[in-house]
């Protein structure tokens, strides 16, 4: 790729223009507001000008509403070989662009899944997609050729190509993307009618549960109204559970005096710890972000002195990362073994980790012990250690 | 302040003893489940056993509805002077505490807005409530002695008192940290249900929606129980939104062919709009990170160069932090003046810091101008610009 066309200069537009550039890729950039355009060329996205003959690539970073429009245009004027855009919503945009272009065959749906909460060439990087999945959503008509040029710019900015149908792509997105912005939104837009002084309480659990409703609204608007058929399934088993949730917090605030008002306040109290159990479930679905497999364990045994048990986890933690975060500490006696009041410390741990910290624990004097082996081991000593 | 008692050594109750510890006060450490508190003691949180005479202070670290009979208990066996708890709702403990105790006078209700996504000790830190609000919701019958002994304490922790009602507290955390941990379960749930590989576009805007859904179901049910009238109100304005939402949804998934469909559609999106405008709204209500007031702003002319803009953001960056979050760009020719093509750059900031600024990038060579006085004629300037 020698040459990219850039339609629409703000966040996504200016990052993958800067990107581009970088790879030594003439870019040309143009947006419906001339400003924008000049500054992403002042930030040494490409040049604010049109190309004077047709380029191997044209991004078309605009509204979902608007893709077909600007691509049935940008043909007719032959800005370019190969098309894409990068809507975060698949189906409609892409069946209305199909529908208008001249060439459907050369046009590919996109979608990089990166952003920022600040919107605007000025908040674009170079190196926002690095390592982010980027979807292409290729048509029954789409030419190899297209799939492949588009595929090149991914890979050029250093994304993860993933290539899925449309209809599956705005099933994931609604869930992972568009659903959580309305969560967020619906509660901050409670914060508007709090009590005096509320803010005083606020803390980063309250920012982050609300932070991306932060964004354009006209734009949000578009995003959710090109997908608010997979929107629509996911927000009415949401309005299902929060009914429940409304019902269970009547039963938990009444009286609970007589036998059957204790009843029901039991039914509620299921019903809430039913739901936060599914939320906690519902996290491990989420890829880990450290994937790494813990098939072994280093066993230490502290004796009963204040702060040993600080001194082992500094003197481990200089040989592996936050070893705190799936510690288990024990008492030594459930064994059978150890001092009395002694304790003994596991850190769950990948095999080749595991032989590192042991190593290195015993050259500082500690009696550590590396456990290597199945999980149900592991899972069978908790059991006796927990009675 | 010279002697503590902990009683429940969870993250909460053993941040409040590594912080004490270290402040030279002795603690003495207990909790039903006796490794716990020998491993609080052994991370050198204080020591595994009861004080021989009263402590100046009981902190009651257990959950909401254990509070009553734990400091009933306590008063009986005289552990302390004074009691205070740390249960994240005020009203239903803190009136079966004064109900079950031997002696209400010597109770003060506390709660530390202080957490971490892990609970226990292991996950506790002595500096876990710097700068962190600690409410204290004295009753009439609460002794000024009392109060002065918790106020010590939460002094000692680094923590800022605020003195206040237990209804308001339970109002204001209903909405600032029981509903929204409700919301990222609601969220954290429907990942369940999700389609095959939908985890691979989970971002970090859901991660944050959702991340304190993690927690003790156990321990957040009991919470929420306590709190249960405060945050049904909430949730009932929540539910009505959803219903809303629900309904615009329906709306714009369906077909748009005729003009009612059309008037229909537009009305769902003005509903949809409107939610994420009230969402916006609502996150003003959020204290700023930063406090400062931008009363000026630098104003600096930028030629068309490709890359111009870049290495002015870079040069500001060296005299202010993070200036792009707030910069304003327009076209010079908004002002009748400047090159053609050419840009006017704004940096909103405290007047200090836009002197400063100024001075620096004037002895850079860039034609920088400090503009201080009213945001009045900031606005008119802007209007003007985005003509």
Redesign the interface.
Known sequence: MRTLAVVGTGLIGTSVALAASRRGVTVFLSDRD??SA??A????A???EEPVAPVDLAVLAVPPSAVGTVLAAAQRRSLARVYTDVASVKSVPVRMALRQAPDPSRFVGGHP???RE?SG???ARADLFLG??W?LTPAACTSDAALGTARELVELCGAVP?V?RSR??D???A???H?????????????????D???????Q???????????D??L??DI??AN??S??G??????A???R??TA??L??APDGSEPERAE?AR??RT??D?????????A???ATCGDVADARVRVA?G???????RL?DAAAEFVVAP??T?V???ADAWGGGAD?G?VVRFPLPSDLAECLTAGLRAGGWAAECEQGAERGYSAARTAGSE
């Open positions: 001339p400003v000049r500054t060329a002042a930030l040494g490409g040049l604010a899944l990166a952003g600040r060439p000025l908040a982010r999945p979807a993933v899925t599956d792509h099933d994931a997105v869930l992972t993307s659903v959580p912005h309305l969560v967020a939104s619906l509660m901050a837009a409670r914060l508007r009618e709090g009590p002084g509320m803010s005083r309480f606020a803390g659990g309250l920012r982050d549960v609300t932070r991306i409703a932060h964004g609204s006209g949000w608007g959710l109204q608010a058929a929107i629509a996911v927000v009415r088993d949401l309005h559970d929060l009914s949730l409304v917090l009547d938990l605030a306040r509620g109290m809430m710890v739901l936060l159990d599914r939320g906690i479930a519902g996290l679905q989420l890829p502290v009963g002195r204040p702060g040993e048990l600080r986890l705190e975060e510690v500490v024990q008492a009041g304790l």
